[in-house]
C-alpha cells in the first residue's frame, strides 16, 4: 500500500482548466467537478483513500491468468545442459530480486505518476495524458501489473541470455496470448463501478482512448529494462564467481577420456 495526499487548493472544470483557489473553498462551488463516462461530475475536492490499494477480485484475475500461463511453460522448448544441475539458491534468489525489483519499481512509479495526473507539471501531463480518475489509476495498476507478470515470465526462462535468444513455444506464445488479450480488453472495458468499497473505471471509457496505449509501451520498455539487467546481473555473478554460480549451458565436454564412461568438463 502507499499513502497518497491531496491538495485541497487544485481544481479541475469541466473543460479541464487548472485553476487555484484559496484553501476551505473546496467545496464551495459545486461547478468545479470531474466529468466521468456516464457524465456524472465528482467533485474535485473529494478526498482520495489514504492507502492505495487494488480490489481483491483483481488480485484474483491476475493469479488466475498468470497460472493458467505458468502451466504452458512445461510444453516450452529450453537448452538441455549438457552437465548435471544442481541447484543454487542464493544465486537464485539474487537474480529472481532483480527481476522483481525492476518489476515492482516500475508499478509505483506508474501509481505515482497515475496519482500526481492532476499536476500540470507532472509526468502525464508532459506526455499529453490528461488528469484521470481515481477509478481509471486502479485500472491502470492492474493493467501494469497483469503485463509485467506475462512479460518477466519470457525474460526469465532464458537464464544469462536474452529474451530473444530461445524461441518460445506455440503453446506458450498462444498461452500468454490469450492472458495478454484478456487483461487488456479488462483494463478497458471494465464498468464504472465500485470493488472494496473503491471505484473502478475501464481505460478506455471517458474521452481519452489512448491510455491503455501508454500503458503497453510502458511495460514494453520495462520489460527491456528488466531483461537488460538479469542479463548484466547473471553476467556479474559468473564472472567474478559469486555465490559459486556457473552456468551449466556455458560447459563444453572435453571428449579424452579420463575413466570408463567417464568425461571431463571444461
Known amino acids: 500500500a502507499m499513502g497518497c495526499t491531496y491538495n485541497p487548493s487544485l481544481y479541475i472544470t469541466r473543460d479541464s482548466t487548472f485553476i487555484t483557489t484559496p484553501q476551505g473553498n473546496a467545496t464551495s462551488d459545486p461547478t468545479r467537478c ?31 491468468l498468470n497460472d493458467g500461463t505458468l502451466i504452458s511453460i512445461g510444453y516450452d522448448y529450453v537448452k538441455p545442459s549438457k552437465m548435471p544441475e544442481r541447484w543454487n539458491f542464493v544465486a537464485l534468489f539474487c537474480i529472481a530480486g532483480v527481476l522483481g525489483a525492476v518489476a515492482c519499481a ?14 500540470p507539471s507532472g509526468l502525464f501531463a508532459g506526455v499529453g495524458i490528461p488528469p484521470i480518475e481515481y477509478g481509471k489509476i486502479i485500472t491502470s495498476i492492474y493493467l501494469k501489473v497483469s503485463l509485467s507478470d506475462f512479460l518477466t515470465l519470457f525474460s526469465a526462462r532464458t537464464q544469462g541470455e536474452f529474451f530473444w535468444s530461445v524461441l518460445p513455444s506455440p503453446i506458450l506464445l498462444t498461452a ?61 555473478i559468473e564472472s567474478t564467481g559469486l555465490f559459486s554460480y556457473e552456468n551449466p549451458h556455458a560447459k563444453k565436454l572435453n571428449h579424452s577420456r579420463l575413466g570408463a564412461g567417464s568425461f571431463k568438463a571444461t
Open 106 to 119: 516500475s508499478s509505483l512509479l506508474l501509481l505515482w505518476a497515475a496519482l500526481d495526473s492532476n499536476n
Open 34 to 64: 470531474l466529468i466521468d463516462s456516464t457524465g456524472a461530475c465528482i467533485p474535485a475536492a473529494a478526498p482520495w483513500p489514504d492507502f492505495f490499494q487494488l480490489p481483491v477480485l483483481m488480485l484474483m484475475l491476475i493469479t488466475l
Open 176 to 236: 500468454a496470448g490469450i492472458s495478454l488479450v484478456i487483461s487488456t480488453i479488462l483494463a478497458c472495458v471494465w464498468p464504472v463501478g465500485m470493488l472494496d468499497r473503491l471505484p473502478v473505471m475501464g481505460l478506455a471509457l471517458g474521452e481519452y482512448k489512448l491510455l491503455p496505449l501508454w500503458i503497453w509501451l510502458y511495460c514494453l520498455l520495462c520489460w527491456l529494462i528488466q531483461d537488460a539487467l538479469k542479463v548484466l546481473c547473471i553476467f556479474l
